[in-house]
Nanobody, 116 residues
């Protein structure tokens, strides 16, 4: 059974930082493109950033220079480091794993709220 479990969300003040974790089980995450998505109320889910099995990263313009994705293949975990957080970053953040021919998996999400 494949599971992606996000953690690390919470309430943070504008300008603060958070690190989200996505613990993966049931698949070898290093063989997948891993991504972080987010969804705010009334909006569609959107890609934040991703990392391929080869280590190539991609990030949305709205987080470039502030957020970064990394992976620990030994721990089978993917991280999202979020710095200089803004109120508009408030959303539920989801971890995603995808590999051609192998499936598309989602975590349950973790809430990030940026507010003073």
């Amino acid at each position: 059974q494949v599971q992606l479990v996000e953690s690390g969300g919470g309430l943070v003040q504008p300008g603060g930082s958070l690190r989200l974790s996505c613990q993966v089980s049931g698949i070898i995450s290093s063989m997948y493109t891993m991504g972080w998505y987010r969804q705010s109320p009334g909006k569609q889910r959107e890609l934040v950033t991703s990392i391929t099995s080869g280590g190539r990263t991609n990030a949305a313009d709205f987080v470039k220079g502030r957020f970064s994705i990394s992976r620990d293949n030994v721990k089978n975990t993917v991280y999202l480091q979020m710095n200089s957080l803004k109120s508009e970053d408030t959303a539920v953040y989801y971890c995603n794993a995808v590999r051609a021919g192998s499936g598309w998996y989602w975590g349950q999400g973790t809430q990030v709220t940026v507010s003073s």
